[in-house]
């Protein structure tokens, strides 16, 4: 071989390690944890970080709140869809076939906190200054819904949220996503996609962020959009609601759901692809 190249590739070579080990030693370490206590969050925070650079971004559904019965929950929805699949639909037509249900439910219920400790976490933080706002994939149809639904737990995303007005994402690619009152709601589009698209619209940076959500693949994505960072990120994967989760059945509900349908009758249709419920 010549000399000359030989001597190239060596360098190059050695230039090659020398980046890997800067770069092994240097980035920052993304930190994915398993968590069941809402109160853990203080774990991942030092004193001098409660203020506006620590930016905490909760899930909503069974994260921050959870219907008083399974009945209209996240396991019930998917345990819904799953059923109209069984019986032949699509995946996409058994979620608009679902979601009227769904809203309906939502629309005639409250939710609870999914721990007694939760909504005084949220305050906590926020009274410390903490840049604290929601990340949920709720479809847009519950927009207003979801914010009383907070309101009423005591849940205000707008006391430290850093951007005023709604801005939306995602026009002419699926349901569009919306950032409302310090929640982000990220329609057809996933989470990850969604926070990237908020900070390409607001001045704020944070110098760490903390993300909860119960779904794995959430805290994932999330992880994985924002990879180009150079600040820590911690993303908690909150299984308090795993049990009930796991074991659910429609059978567990069906005489509640029976009982919530006559009460409040239904009547769901469908509008080129977008649902209106009565
Ligand atoms: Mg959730």
Redo the contacts with the bound molecule.
């Keep these: 071989m010549n000399k000359y190249i030989k001597s190239t590739l060596i360098a190059l070579c050695i230039g090659l390690v020398i980046f890997a080990a800067y770069y092994w030693f240097t980035r920052i370490p993304d930190t994915i944890v398993e968590s069941n206590r809402i109160t853990d969050i203080y774990n991942y925070i030092a004193p001098n970080e409660y203020n506006k650079d620590l930016l905490v971004i909760f899930?909503?559904?069974?994260?921050i709140g959870k219907p008083p019965t399974e009945l209209g929950s996240?396991q019930w929805f998917y345990a819904k869809v799953k059923q109209f699949e069984l019986a032949g639909k699509n995946i996409d037509e058994a979620i608009q076939l679902t979601l009227p249900e769904l809203f309906h439910i939502q629309f005639h219920s409250w939710m609870e906190p999914v721990e007694k400790d939760t909504v005084q976490v949220i305050k906590n933080l926020q009274d410390k200054g903490v840049t604290v706002i929601a990340l949920t994939a709720r479809s847009l149809e519950l927009t207003q819904r979801t914010i009383e639904q907070l309101h009423r737990m005591g849940v205000y995303f707008t006391k430290t949220d850093p951007y005023e007005c709604p801005l939306t994402h995602g026009h002419g690619h699926g349901k569009a996503g919306l950032y409302i009152d310090g929640i982000i709601f990220s329609g057809n589009h996933s989470k990850g996609e969604m926070i990237v698209s908020w900070f390409n619209q607001i001045d704020y940076r944070p110098k760490k962020i903390i993300f909860v959500?119960?779904?794995l693949k959430n805290v994932e994505s999330v992880e994985k959009a924002l990879h180009n960072r150079d600040y820590p990120f911690i993303g908690i994967r909150y299984g308090h609601e795993d049990e009930l989760v796991k074991k659910f059945t429609l059978e567990s509900v069906a005489e509640k759901e029976a009982a919530f349908f006559a009460k409040h009758p239904f009547e769901g249709t469908m509008i080129e692809g977008a649902v209106a419920a009565h």
């Design positions: 899930d909503i559904d069974n994260t996240d959500d119960d779904k």
